[in-house]
């Protein structure tokens, strides 16, 4: 099996750094990523994406990265179930 993602985008917000109650560094952050193609007559879309990275990369994206920076991201895709506290999950994006 592959599991491999290139991604290239734009920070949404300064990134955030954390540490783990064993010592170890992670930061979030979420990038936006504008699609190759519009419609005529219509403004070209984003994808905005929720990114992870640990230890070294961690320090290293909290350190030189802010809102706005372009960034490109080389790693695995997971996905995560996410908790919407009662409330029922946005409805699926199509297109």
């Known amino acids: ?5 290139a991604i290239m985008g734009r920070l949404v917000a300064d ?17 936006a990523c504008d699609r190759n193609f519009a419609r005529q007559g ?3 879309q ?3 994406i929720d990114i992870v990275a640990w230890r070294q990369q961690a ?5 030189y990265f802010q809102k706005g ?13 996410k908790n919407y506290e009662g409330q029922p999950p946005p409805p699926p994006v199509s297109g």
Do not use: H
């Not at 099996?1 to 993602?5: G, Q, W």
């Not at 320090?59 to 350190?63: L, T």
């Open 1 to 5: 099996m592959l599991n491999v993602v």
């Open 46 to 48: 984003a994808d905005f």
């Open 69 to 81: 920076s372009l960034i490109a991201i080389e790693g695995s895709l997971q996905t995560r179930q």
């Open 15 to 31: 990134p955030e750094l954390r540490t783990t109650p064993q010592g170890t560094n992670v930061c979030s952050f979420r990038i």
């Open 59 to 63: 320090e290293f994206v909290s350190k």
């Open 42 to 44: 219509e403004q070209r």
